[in-house]
Structures are given as structure tokens and as C-alpha cells.
């Protein structure tokens, strides 16, 4: 047995043909262990016995014969299909989803799993129709609250301003009695050339006690200086007798039920003319209740003194209308 190196050195020598025995055999070089390659599957004895009778597998060790690739396992059926769907460029699918032959492929919706399932099947149902709930008369039509309100109010009368202020103390009629510090009437002139009114007392008024105090009445009283109206003519008061805490926007009920009390005040002090203080009283609903109040007697409408603190260009509208009052009251 000789090396496989000792022809290859003869040979680079020059030392010309080398002579060997018929018998000599040739030692193939041994490769390190990390890159033999692994050894082939060992065949059951009747794959050994087609391949050579005597046993021995002299393929692997002939040059020019290369070493035939180990049998490859055969596939069911399913799994040859989808090879060869994958070897003709077709779509790769997951393991769980197994295509028939030649079936193209089609997404197959999995079902959601968790929170998630519970929010779109939720989605999904049908819901049943449920009516919008029915408006009440706040909200529906606020006119025809109030109409069928002052309809229903019985006719109170008060035998003095100090019963009339007892009577709106330990009133409780509305929920504006929860809300508020003290019960303020009106206060002035009886009778008046002149008959102002607000919507509700303001917060500076409950803390003094008073309507119209402060820095607004001040105000008020120069408006008044300026068409030649005596502070002593004029009789003010305010359609609520509480002060809202919550809300600002009064209801139909709110609004009817300090009626009795307004309505008392005009007819005592039986003024020439109206001012109204505040935007508030452009509402169609108070509006109309106003006409029931005062009937045919001149009204005018300006920005409360407090809205004109603090937006001075409104001077000028309130001036106009001023001047409208002054023409009023020069006819009586």
C-alpha cells in the first residue's frame, strides 16, 4: 500500500515514469475529521446487494464514478403537491393551510382571538332600533312650556312689599331655592316714570344684599343722568329672585314662577316705560311672557351695565337706545 504522495514527489523530481506492481493499491489521503463528509445512510442488505454482490460499495472508492446522492424520502401526497406549486413560482402556504393540486390559493380568514373577538362580534351583531328618548318641553319647544305654564299659574296677590319679600324668601317653587343665598326683590320708586329690569340678581348683588349695587348701579344712574332721569323715578327689580349657582340658562318653570312676584311689582309701581338689562330678553319664550306682564307699555332693551364695563364700544348701541327711552317718556 503506498501513499498517495509518493507518485506526486516521484513525478516532481523528474525522475520519469515510476514502475509499480499490478498489485500495488494507492492509499487515498485521510481528511480531518471536521470536514469528512458524513458518512452515507447505511441501506437495508437487499439495497446493498443491487449496488454490488460481494458487499463491498466500490463506487465511493472509484475517481471517475461521483458518489450518488442519498434517496430522498418519498412524500405523501399532499406535500408533493404543494413542491411542486412551490417550483413552479406559485404561492408558499402556511403549514396549516394545505391546498389541493392545481387549487388556486385563497385567503382563508382566521377568526380573532381574545378582547379583540369580543369587540368586533359586538360590532358586528345587529343592533336592535331604539327611539331617540322624548324631548321634554325644555328642550322641545320652550314657547309653548311657558304658555301652558303661565296658563295653569294662579293669581297671587300681596298686600305689601315686605309680604311680597317674605313670600320670595320661603318660596320654593323651583330649584332655584336650593341654589341660592337669599331671596332680593325689587326696590325704588312707586309709582315710577321708569321700571328697570334684569334677569336675576347678580353675584355681587346676593353679597350685598341688594339689586343693581355696586359699580353697575353707578353706571346705571349716570345712563340715567344723561336723559335727564332722577334716580328717584326709577323702580328696579329682576324677573328671578334668586341667584342661579349651576346653571345660567333659566327653564320654563324657573322663569313662570317668579312671575307672580314681577307681576305684583308693575302693578304698584305702574311705570311709563320698560328697560330690560341683558340680551336674555330677545328670547321668544320671555318675550312673550313680558308682553303678558306689561301689556302695551313702551320696552327697551340694552347690554347689562356689567357687559358694558367690560366692553366699552357697546356705549354707543346702549346711547341709541337711551335716546329712544328719553323720546319715550317726553310723550307722557
Not at 513525478?11 to 475529521?33: D, H, N, Q, V
Not at 380573532?112 to 325644555?138: C, K, M, S
Not at 307672580?260 to 311705570?271: L, N
Request: proline fraction near 11%; charged fraction near 15%.
Amino acid at each position: 500500500m503506498l501513499s498517495s504522495r509518493y507518485p506526486r514527489l516521484h513525478e516532481a523530481l523528474g525522475l520519469g515514469p515510476m514502475w509499480l506492481k499490478r498489485s500495488a493499491r494507492i492509499a487515498e489521503p485521510t481528511l480531518p475529521a471536521r470536514s469528512q463528509p458524513e458518512s452515507p445512510a447505511r441501506l437495508p442488505e437487499s439495497g446493498r446487494s443491487e449496488l454490488c454482490p460481494s458487499g463491498h460499495n466500490e463506487l465511493q472508492a472509484s475517481p471517475t464514478h461521483p458518489t450518488a446522492p442519498a434517496a430522498q424520502p418519498r412524500l405523501p401526497e399532499n406535500n408533493q403537491s404543494k413542491l411542486r406549486q412551490t417550483a413552479a413560482g406559485g404561492l408558499q402556504q402556511h403549514p396549516n393551510h394545505t391546498l389541493a393540486p392545481n387549487q388556486p390559493a385563497s385567503r382563508t380568514a382566521q377568526p380573532p382571538q381574545g378582547h379583540r373577538a369580543d369587540v368586533l362580534a359586538a360590532i358586528a351583531a345587529p343592533q336592535p332600533f331604539q327611539p331617540a328618548p322624548a324631548q321634554t318641553d325644555n328642550e322641545s319647544d320652550p314657547l309653548a312650556a311657558v304658555q301652558r305654564l303661565w296658563a295653569a299659574l294662579p293669581h297671587t296677590a300681596f298686600a305689601s312689599p315686605e309680604e311680597l319679600q317674605q313670600q320670595a324668601a320661603a318660596c320654593a317653587a323651583c330649584s332655584l331655592h336650593s341654589q341660592r343665598k337669599q331671596a332680593l326683590s325689587g326696590y325704588g320708586a312707586m309709582p315710577a316714570r321708569l321700571m328697570v329690569i334684569s334677569l336675576n340678581p347678580a353675584p355681587s348683588d346676593d353679597e350685598a344684599g341688594r339689586l343693581i349695587s355696586g359699580r353697575h348701579g353707578r353706571l346705571l344712574d349716570n345712563m340715567f343722568a344723561a336723559i335727564g332721569l332722577p334716580p328717584e323715578q326709577v323702580f328696579r327689580t329682576a324677573w328671578l329672585r334668586c341667584t342661579p349657582r349651576i346653571a345660567l340658562k333659566t327653564t320654563p318653570e324657573e322663569q313662570v314662577r317668579c312671575a307672580a312676584f314681577i307681576r305684583q311689582e308693575f302693578a304698584w309701581a305702574q311705570p311709563q316705560a320698560v328697560l330690560l338689562l341683558g340680551n336674555s330678553f330677545y328670547d321668544p319664550a320671555r318675550r312673550w311672557l313680558l308682553e303678558q306682564l306689561i301689556g302695551h307699555t313702551p320696552a327697551f332693551t340694552v347690554p347689562h351695565p356689567a357687559i358694558l364695563l367690560r366692553q366699552p364700544e357697546l356705549k354707543a348701541q346702549a346711547w341709541h337706545t337711551l335716546k329712544q327711552l328719553k323720546a319715550a317718556l317726553a310723550k307722557t
